[in-house]
C-alpha cells in the first residue's frame, strides 16, 4: 500500500472527527497531516505552498467533516480536498512563475527521512518534470488514481492522463540512465522492432 | 510488418490495463520492449519509495484553529464583522467597487527581507490593478476570494486575541499567498465566468 492508503485512523477518532469534536480533529490532524504534507510537497515542489495546502484542507476538516457520510470516507475526502487544493495552486500564475523560476525544495534535503540506494536519483528526475507531468505520474503510481479520475480531476481525458505519464516516465528514465552513465536523448525511448 | 511499442503502452501491460493481444504478445519477442518495461516497474517502485511522511511547522496547528475559530466567530457574528478589524463591509465593498485591503501601512513596510518586499510590491500592484475594475461581480467566488484575502490579512495583522506570533516564514508564506489570491481574483474578474475554474476555498 501507499500514499493516503498506508494511513490507519482508529475508528474513534474518526467518528470525532464527523462529530465536530475538536480534540479529534487534533488526533485526526497528527496522524494524516504528515501524508497532507508529503503530498502537497511533493506536487508542488515548495514546503511553503505545501503547509498552506494543509492549513486549507485542515480547516475545511474542521467546517465539513460532518458532511462527510461515513468514517471509511474520512481520508479519501482529505485526499481529494489535498489534490484539488494542489491542482488550484498549480493553475494560479503565480505559482507557474515560482515553478518557472526558482528551482524546488527537495524533500530529501530533510533531515532523518529514510532513504534507499537510488532513491534521489529518482527525487531528482522529479524535480525535472513539469509539475502537471509529475502530479499524474504521482495520482496515478503512487495514489492508485485511474487515467479516468485523473483526466477528470484536471479538466481533460484519460488520453491526456496516459500521454503525461509517458512523458513524464521518458524524463525519469532518460534521466535515471543517465546517471549510469548510459545516455539516452528524450524522444528515443520508444521502441521499433 | 513494422511494430511500435511506445511507453503508453507498455506503462498499460505494466499497470494490467486492457491491452490489444497482439500488441503484447509482440512485446513477449522484443528484448528491448521487455528491459523497458523492467525500467518502468523498477521506477514505478522507487517512486513508491519516495511516498514519506514530512511533518509539519510545530505551530501549525494552533494557526489551523485560530483560523477555523476566526472563520467560526464571523459567521456567527455576521460576515461584517470578519472585515471588521479592517474598517470594511464586504457587502459594501463587492458594492462600491472599492477595494481596500485591510493591511496597514505599517505592516506593509515592516517586510525586513527583499523576499517578502517583492511580494508587498506585487500585492500592490495587483490592487491598483483590481481597483480599476469598475463593476465587480459580486459572485460567491469573489466573495470566497476576498473573504480568504481578509483572513491572511487578519493574520498578518495579529487581530484578535488568539493571534500568535508570526515567524519570518509565515509571514513570507502569508504574502505569497495573498499574491496568489489576489491574482487569481484578477482574473476571476478580468475573464466570463464560464471560463473560470475556481475552488471555492
Redesign the interface.
Same mark, same amino acid.
Given at each position: 500500500m501507499?500514499?493516503f492508503a498506508?494511513i490507519a485512523v482508529p475508528p474513534e477518532i474518526a467518528r470525532g472527527v464527523l462529530r465536530g469534536d475538536?480534540a479529534s480533529?487534533?488526533h485526526f490532524?497528527?496522524l494524516v497531516?504528515?501524508?497532507v504534507?508529503?503530498m502537497a510537497?511533493?506536487m508542488l515542489g515548495n514546503r511553503?505552498?505545501?503547509?498552506?495546502v494543509?492549513?486549507?484542507v485542515?480547516?475545511r476538516v474542521?467546517?465539513n467533516a460532518s458532511d462527510v457520510r461515513a468514517v471509511e470516507a474520512l481520508v479519501g475526502w482529505v485526499r481529494s480536498i489535498t489534490v484539488? &487544493?494542489c +491542482?488550484?495552486?498549480l493553475?494560479?500564475?503565480?505559482?507557474q512563475r515560482r515553478a518557472a523560476e526558482e528551482p524546488d525544495d527537495r524533500?530529501d534535503d530533510?533531515d532523518g527521512?529514510s532513504r534507499?540506494a537510488?532513491?534521489s536519483d529518482?527525487?531528482r528526475a522529479?524535480t525535472l518534470l513539469q509539475p502537471e507531468t509529475r502530479m499524474v505520474?504521482?495520482l496515478h503510481?503512487?495514489e492508485g488514481y485511474t487515467h479516468r479520475e485523473i483526466g477528470e480531476l484536471m479538466?481533460k481525458t484519460a488520453s491526456f492522463s496516459?500521454?503525461q505519464?509517458?512523458r513524464g516516465? &521518458?524524463t +525519469?528514465?532518460a534521466h535515471?540512465r543517465k546517471q549510469d552513465g548510459k545516455k539516452i536523448e528524450p524522444g528515443t525511448?520508444?521502441?521499433?522492432? | 510488418m513494422?511494430?511500435?511499442?511506445?511507453?503508453?503502452h507498455l506503462?498499460?501491460i505494466r499497470d494490467g490495463e486492457p491491452v490489444d493481444a497482439a500488441q503484447v504478445a509482440?512485446i513477449g519477442g522484443?528484448v528491448?520492449?521487455q528491459q523497458?518495461l523492467g525500467?518502468?516497474t523498477a521506477?514505478?517502485a522507487?517512486?513508491?519509495?519516495?511516498?514519506?511522511?514530512?511533518?509539519?511547522?510545530p505551530d501549525?496547528?494552533a494557526?489551523?484553529?485560530a483560523?477555523?475559530d476566526r472563520?467560526?466567530r464571523s459567521r456567527h457574528g455576521g460576515q461584517a464583522a470578519r472585515w471588521g478589524w479592517a474598517g470594511l463591509a464586504a457587502g459594501v465593498l463587492l458594492a462600491s467597487g472599492v477595494f481596500l485591503l485591510g493591511v496597514p501601512e505599517s505592516s506593509r513596510l515592516a517586510a525586513p527581507d527583499s523576499g517578502i518586499s517583492e511580494l508587498v510590491a506585487r500585492s500592490r500592484v495587483l490592487e491598483r490593478e483590481i481597483l480599476q475594475v469598475n463593476q465587480p461581480s459580486g459572485s460567491s467566488s469573489e466573495q470566497a476570494l476576498m473573504f480568504r484575502l481578509a483572513d491572511i490579512d487578519a493574520e498578518l495583522n495579529g487581530v484578535g486575541g488568539d493571534a500568535i506570533p508570526l515567524t519570518a516564514?509565515r509571514r513570507?508564506?502569508l504574502w505569497?499567498?495573498r499574491?496568489?489570491l489576489l491574482?487569481?481574483l484578477r482574473?476571476l474578474q478580468s475573464t466570463p465566468a464560464p471560463q473560470v475554474?475556481?475552488?471555492v476555498?
Open positions: 501507499t500514499g498506508n475538536r480533529h487534533g490532524f497528527r497531516s504528515p501524508r504534507l508529503g510537497w511533493r511553503m505552498a505545501a503547509e498552506e494543509v492549513q486549507d485542515f480547516v474542521i467546517e484539488n &487544493e +491542482l488550484m495552486r493553475r494560479s500564475p503565480w505559482h524533500i530533510l527521512e534507499v537510488g532513491e529518482i527525487e522529479l505520474i504521482w503510481d503512487v479538466g496516459k500521454s505519464l509517458a516516465y &521518458e +525519469l528514465l535515471w525511448l520508444a521502441c521499433h522492432s | 513494422e511494430r511500435k511499442s511506445n511507453l503508453e506503462l498499460a509482440a522484443d528491448q520492449a523497458l525500467e518502468l521506477a514505478r522507487a517512486l513508491r519509495q519516495l511516498d514519506v511522511a514530512v511533518p509539519p511547522s501549525l496547528w494557526r489551523i484553529e483560523r477555523a472563520q467560526a516564514a513570507a508564506a505569497q499567498r499574491v496568489e491574482e487569481t482574473a475554474q475556481f475552488a476555498y
